[in-house]
């Protein structure tokens, strides 16, 4: 009960930023561009950061393997999510659309949501687990995510993935935390800082990205709503049927949890964007999946708890 507290109380402080970053957008203190700079360097240099923040912590047989039992949990959650997102079919809809909306299914917010609600409930060791989700969701999203929604496989997006800040962080902080290399005190200092700007600044973008949405036509959709049952209650809900019945430590359950209930992820409107995909139908997902999280994490968070 007391993590269903702490991850609603979590939720309601993350919509207060939210609502800062929609209000600043529609008073002009935002522009698009500037939040497509603030979006990649919370993307690029503070998940780089958080990442290898976490990686400096003493090292122990059970961390290295439950991070393995994470990776292994993290495909097998996005793979889930492939085999429910073929419920959205073809009919009435054209090939962006209906990819969109599978791309939206799939992908979960594991960065922008998953991480500050990380923090707040199992704390840096949860976000270190996650880490083992990062390359999954990285490997995924530059394949099968990319030849969702054009129809093709680009082998160099390969490349793309395998050099994301996200994997490049892991691969520097990884070996440092196997052979407990730590920074020097400023330079852990400053990681740290940098760590810390992850929550407000995430849920900031997420704001002025809901504030170019038009919520009437979003919230007026069966669709979206649709897409919007199947990531956040669905897909979880199988998630948590698993974990209940496997015998795992309470972090790596309650991480893999709330990975897989994060709403859609932001990457569904920067990978429509720049891939064909239905554009105003990403954002229409990612904005109504978002706001309904305020009720389905916590409720998720509070069966597990009755469960578990």
Known sequence: ????????????????LIAVGFVCYRIGMFTNRANKQ??????????AALILDT???????????????????????LFLGVIVSLVLKWKGKNHDTIATERFGTIYPNS???????????????????????????????????VSLLTGKMDK??????????????????LPMFLFQIKFPAPVASAVSSLAGLMTP?????????????????????????IVSFLKLILIPAIVLMILTILPLDYEVKLTMLILSAAPCAT???LFASRFGGDIETASSVFTVSTIL???????????SQLLW
């Not at 400096?56 to 959650?77: E, H, M, R």
């Not at 999280?293 to 069966?303: F, G, K, N, Q, S």
């Open 1 to 16: 009960m007391d993590s269903a507290l702490t991850i609603l109380s979590q939720v309601v402080m993350m919509f207060v």
């Open 38 to 47: 603030i979006s990649n360097f919370v993307l690029t240099i503070v998940t």
């Open 55 to 77: 990686y400096q912590t003493d090292s122990n047989p059970k961390l290295i393997a439950n991070l393995g039992i994470c990776f292994v949990l993290s495909v097998l959650v």
């Open 111 to 145: 960065a922008y949501m998953g991480i500050p609600l990380l923090l707040a409930t199992v704390g840096e060791t949860g976000v270190f687990y996650a880490s083992a989700f990062f390359i999954a969701f990285n490997l995924m999203t530059w394949t099968q995510g």
């Open 156 to 173: 160099k997006l390969i490349l793309t993935a395998i050099t994301s800040p996200a994997i490049i962080s892991i691969v520097i902080g």
């Open 201 to 225: 600044l995430s849920m900031v973008v997420s704001g002025v990205f809901i504030a170019q949405t038009n919520l009437i036509k979003a919230f007026t959709s069966i669709r979206v709503y």
């Open 267 to 269: 990457g569904t409107m």
């Open 293 to 303: 999280c305020i009720i389905t994490i916590p409720a998720l968070i509070m069966v």
